[in-house]
């Protein structure tokens, strides 16, 4: 069974920084794309970064230049270092593992495409 569990998250001040955690089990990180997704009430579900199995990253504009996805693969965890948070980028951060694919695609997948996290919130106050 696939398990993803986060860590990281919480309040910040804008201009901070934060680092959330995604520690996999079941899967290996090395083998399929990884990424982190976000939400916040009433709205869809966002990809905010993706990491391939052989490393090679992609983020959304939003975030690009400030948010940087990493993996450890001998450690089984996907991390996402953000910097220079916005009030805008609070919402709830889901670390996800694709079930199939070494490469990812992850703003034209389905969620069911996917192994989820729970769940961590990050707050940004202005």
């Known amino acids: 069974q696939v398990q993803l569990v986060e860590s990281g998250g919480g309040s910040v001040q804008a201009g901070g920084s934060q680092r959330l955690s995604c520690v996999v089990s079941?899967?290996?990180?090395?083998?399929?794309?990884a990424a982190w997704f976000r939400q916040v009430p009433g709205k869809e579900r966002e990809g905010v970064a993706s990491?391939?199995?052989?490393?090679?990253?992609s983020y959304d504009e939003s975030v690009k230049g400030r948010f940087t996805i990493s993996k450890d693969n001998a450690k089984n965890t996907l991390y996402l270092q953000m910097n220079s948070l916005k009030p805008e980028d609070t919402a709830m951060y889901y670390c996800?593992?694709?079930?199939?694919?070494?490469?990812?695609?992850?703003?034209?997948?389905?969620?069911?495409?996917?192994?989820w996290g729970q769940g961590t919130q990050v707050t940004v106050s202005s």
């Open positions: 996800a593992a694709d079930r199939q694919y070494t490469a990812c695609n992850i703003w034209r997948s389905k969620p069911s495409q996917y192994y």
């Open positions: 079941g899967n290996t990180l090395s083998n399929y794309c």
């Open positions: 990491i391939s199995a052989y490393g090679t990253p």
